[in-house]
């Protein structure tokens, strides 16, 4: 196996290019990026800190607005978010907000630094179904206003999708663990190995705390009834569990054929070059004008070499071979490979979680069902499907929570 799958891409910043990095910062009064962060994470006042050399401080900022500042700082899409409403880009270019972020978050682990503190207890008791990103940070919030927490998984470990998901040459499984120490020192209990509605029902978990938040993912992959019990297909969430498993240590085919224009899709092809595969060809149903893919995503893909055909979609396979037709060209292409890959989307499994999905989201105008009892945060409601997003979902589910269990009274 080649090990560039397990190293990660983007280097990091020294003392010396830090600073010239945050000197670039025009000092907006009105700080647009940080308008720009769904999370809040408030990247105006902690690339100021760093300018004047306060690294502490600018740790502290990002670390209480976004309990998975060094995660987001890996794999958030930041070129759609802070880095778009960033005023040096009239200029000449947005300022590296997500490297900056990422040698403050390194800073903080070296230095050992303990930022966030629970609050004094409260007496009440919050279960959590989900330890992905929104789960782990509406649990930090929770633990911030002093409720205890109880986080229920039904893997072996924590994380979700930052675990399970995104390959380790974006996200190291170091940070993830380290990101997730952090929760559990502040009280978190997790309780790994256990399915709601199998092992424990949802009335059980309502009789025993004060109210319940389902975190869960859209951590399944979507098949097309193209492809369905086709042995040479694999679906992008298989693929990316299997390689992140097994640290890249997986049979490979000579060649591999992947479907979608997504961030996922993008991790895909990636990995699969990465891990040693000499063709890797990638068709995408959106034109390059109108790509999915974060920016960052779709050139770390090109410059592994991998070919991507836009603006087709598949009507036939047979065998390894996939007929594709354009969407708007009379015109049709063949491509025959060992191994295709679908990254088409992901669906949720709200199995016996007693909520009401429709295509993929619980139709509720806040986080709270008509359980009271009952709210919900993660991909499974309105919102992004990003870590960032996640995080300002989790933000806000646990001060909705506050504020129904008289928090603020």
């Known amino acids: 196996m080649d090990n560039k799958y397990l190293e990660e891409i983007e280097s990091s910043y020294s003392m010396l290019t830090i600073m010239e990095e945050a000197e670039k910062c025009l000092l907006c009064l009105d700080a647009p990026c940080s308008k720009a962060c769904p999370a809040g994470t408030d990247p105006a006042s902690f690339i100021r800190s760093v300018r004047f050399r306060n690294f502490k401080g600018a740790a502290e900022t990002i670390r209480e607005n976004n309990a998975l500042g060094a995660i987001c700082a890996l794999v958030c899409p930041t070129e759609k978010y802070c880095e778009m409403g960033c005023a040096r880009s009239e200029i000449d270019k947005p300022i590296n907000i997500g490297g900056i972020q990422k040698f403050v978050t390194d800073f903080e682990q070296q230095t050992e630094m303990e930022i966030l503190k629970k609050g004094e207890a409260n007496g009440k008791k919050i279960a959590i179904v989900g330890s992905g990103p929104s789960g782990l940070q509406s649990a930090a919030s929770l633990l911030q206003l002093g409720y205890d927490v109880t986080v229920y998984e039904k893997s072996e470990q924590a994380g979700g999708y930052l675990r399970y998901g995104i390959p380790e040459y974006r996200l190291p499984n170091a940070i993830v663990n380290y990101e997730i120490l952090r929760i559990a020192n502040l009280g978190a209990e997790f309780v790994f190995g256990t399915t709601i509605g199998k092992d424990i029902t949802m009335d059980e978990l309502k009789a025993k705390f004060d ?130 890959i679908l990254a088409v989307g992901q669906v949720v499994d709200p199995s016996n979680l007693d909520i009401e999905v429709e295509n993929n989201k619980v139709l509720t105008s806040g986080y709270q069902t008509d359980d009271k009892k009952v709210f919900v945060t993660g991909d499974i409601v309105h919102g992004d499907m990003t870590v960032v997003w996640a995080v300002k979902k989790g933000k806000e589910v646990a001060a909705e929570i506050h504020e129904f269990l008289g928090g603020n009274n």
Not at 271 to 291: I, P, W
Not at 301 to 309: H, K, L, P, R, S
């Open 211 to 340: 109210a319940v938040i389902i975190a869960i993912g859209a951590s399944q992959g979507k098949m097309l009834d193209l492809f369905d019990n086709n042995p040479a297909v694999e679906t992008a969430v298989s693929f990316l569990s299997r390689a992140r498993d097994n640290q890249g240590n997986i049979d490979l085919p000579k060649d591999a054929l992947v479907i979608g224009g997504g961030d996922v899709a993008m991790d895909v092809v990636t990995s699969l070059k990465l891990l040693g595969v000499k063709h890797v060809t990638d068709v995408v149903y959106e034109e390059f004008c109108e790509f999915k893919a974060s920016k960052k995503e779709l050139e770390g893909a090109q410059n592994q070499g991998v070919t991507i055909i836009d603006g087709y979609y598949p009507v036939a396979v047979k065998d390894n071979t996939v007929t594709f037709k354009h969407r708007h060209l009379n015109n049709e292409l063949a491509i025959e490979a060992e191994k295709i």
